[in-house]
């Protein structure tokens, strides 16, 4: 289990681009006022399955967390599975809490399984909450950009790139930033 100590910030990234994969990040609290952001980017090929547990322990006051993230998948049988996790103790009042999965299904026969869950033993607090959505990919988008000249393929290119922009710009390092959507233009070129 990873804690954060204090008023400590940790900002936790997860990347899965193809595999088999079980991810299972523990994250935790052991004192008051901490923060974490964990981010998780995954893209599932056809006949793969990948497996993201995020858990979250607040045990500790005034604590603040979120977890967000999003997935791609493409190809016959390929299969995602996100369960996110959120524990709130008794003992952690004012925490501040929200988790959210999204995943883009980018082809028949792809399957992406969602579930937040929170347990919250404590009614002091300021706020937890999740969210989760799957869908395939907007025909609106993709006709919108077409019918200004975009190609297809690009057009595709342009509404996955989107989808994954916002997050793994949280990331905030320049050179893993870059890597990573040119990792993920590649996935989409299969």
Not at 16 to 38: K, N
């Amino acid at each position: 289990r990873v804690k954060v100590c204090g008023r400590g910030v940790l900002k936790h990234v997860v990347v899965s681009l193809g595999g088999d994969v079980r991810i299972c990040p523990d994250l935790g609290f052991s004192g008051e006022g901490g923060h974490i952001d964990a981010y998780g980017v995954y893209f599932t090929d056809a006949g793969q399955h990948q497996e993201h547990r995020p858990y979250v322990a607040h045990t500790e006051p005034h604590c603040y967390s979120r977890v967000t993230y999003k997935g791609a998948l493409q190809g016959k049988d390929a299969h995602s599975v996100w369960i996110g996790d959120c524990l709130i103790r008794e003992a952690a009042d004012d925490t501040d809490t929200y988790e959210l999965n999204r995943n883009l299904v980018l082809t028949e026969g792809a399957k992406a399984d969602s579930v937040p869950n929170l347990e919250i033993e404590n009614g002091e607090i300021k706020g937890a909450g999740h969210a989760s959505a799957t869908g395939r990919f907007d025909d609106e988008q993709l006709f919108y950009l077409m019918s200004r000249g975009v190609a297809e393929d690009e057009a595709r290119r342009l509404v996955v790139r989107g989808f994954f922009a916002e997050l793994i710009n949280q990331i905030g390092v320049p050179e893993v930033v870059d890597h990573l959507m040119a990792t993920v233009e590649a996935e989409l070129a299969k």
